[in-house]
């Protein structure tokens, strides 16, 4: 049995998972005003 083009699923783009930092809330700084270490400042693990 052969597919053929018509018969395939269109392609979608996932996008990627991304959680909120749990050290500094998803702000990308820590309670001193620095960059979190934790995330590098990103917000999302």
């Known amino acids: 049995m052969t597919e053929h083009q018509d018969d395939r699923a269109p392609l979608v783009d996932l996008a990627p998972k991304r959680w909120q930092c749990c050290h500094c809330g998803g702000t990308g700084v ?16």
């Open 30 to 45: 820590d309670s001193y005003s620095e960059t979190c270490l934790h995330c590098e400042g990103l917000g999302f693990c």
